[in-house]
Antibody, heavy 113, light 108 residues
Framework: QVQLVESGGGVVQTGGSLRLSCAAS????????MHWVRQAPGKGLEWLAF????????YYADSVKGRFTISRDNSKNTLYLQMNSLSAEDTAMYYC??????WGQGTLVTVSS | EIVLTQSPGTLSLSPGERATLSCRAS???????LAWFLQKPGQAPRLLIY???SRATGIPDRFSGSGSGTDFTLTISRLEPEDFAVYYC?????????FGQGTKLEIK
């Protein structure tokens, strides 16, 4: 079945880095643009980044531009989010998303001092 | 940036009633690329509607989406107990691909 599975979350210190992965299955990954979205505890959904189906273009929210990098490997059906210079405000559940298809179950990132 | 405003913030209804949720955009959404999601506590969001009115796979036909341009509506014809949750709209016509702030549908 169609599935997205995130991994790579955890506890990281302020100023640290983390790389999230999103493994896709059940659909033709290389045909779809992919998004990262996050949700801080008790808050709404915040769109973070988008990458086109072929990786040719990337778009970012202002809140993460210059710190986060979205990438993909179509040979591995995997999406990535490299997160640098993390702060407490980045503490959230991180989801990968194909808007017209499905969401992953999320991976929790906690930034602590 | 397109700002999406959802209303009401909270909607209190009873099972069997009809629910109407609104999502208003600050400017026209390209190609009516507007999606609706449902999120229950402790779960990931789930796609209900995309392209304003296309029902996602496996979504019951009591859910319907309508609208175009700047005004969009999600209608649930007869509420079931499992429908009480938070609903979000998202536009994906132009970056940044913004979300509304959500409407909480609660049992009256």
């Amino acid at each position: 079945q169609v599935q997205l599975v995130e991994s790579g979350g955890g506890v990281v210190q302020t100023g640290g880095s983390l790389r999230l992965s999103c493994a896709a299955s059940g659909f033709t990954f290389r045909d779809y643009g992919m998004h990262w979205v996050r949700q801080a505890p008790g808050k709404g959904l915040e769109w973070l980044a988008f990458i086109r189906y072929d990786g040719s273009n990337q778009y970012y929210a202002d809140s993460v531009k210059g710190r986060f990098t979205i990438s993909r490997d179509n040979s591995k059906n995997t999406l990535y989010l490299q997160m640098n210079s993390l702060s407490a405000e980045d503490t959230a559940m991180y989801y990968c998303q194909v808007i017209t298809v499905t969401w992953g179950q999320g991976t929790l990132v906690t930034v602590s001092s | 940036e397109i700002v999406l405003t959802q209303s009401p913030g909270t909607l209190s209804l009873s099972p069997g009633e009809r629910a109407t949720l609104s999502c208003r955009a600050s400017q026209s959404v390209s190609n009516n690329y507007l999606a609706w999601f449902l999120q229950k506590p402790g779960q990931a969001p789930r796609l209900l509607i995309y392209a304003a009115s296309s029902r996602a796979t496996g979504i019951p036909d009591r859910f319907s989406g309508s609208g175009s341009g700047t005004d969009f509506t999600l209608t649930i014809s007869r509420l079931e107990p499992e429908d009480f949750a938070v609903y979000y709209c998202q536009q994906y016509g132009h970056s940044p691909f913004t979300f509304g702030q959500g409407t909480k549908l609660e049992i009256k």
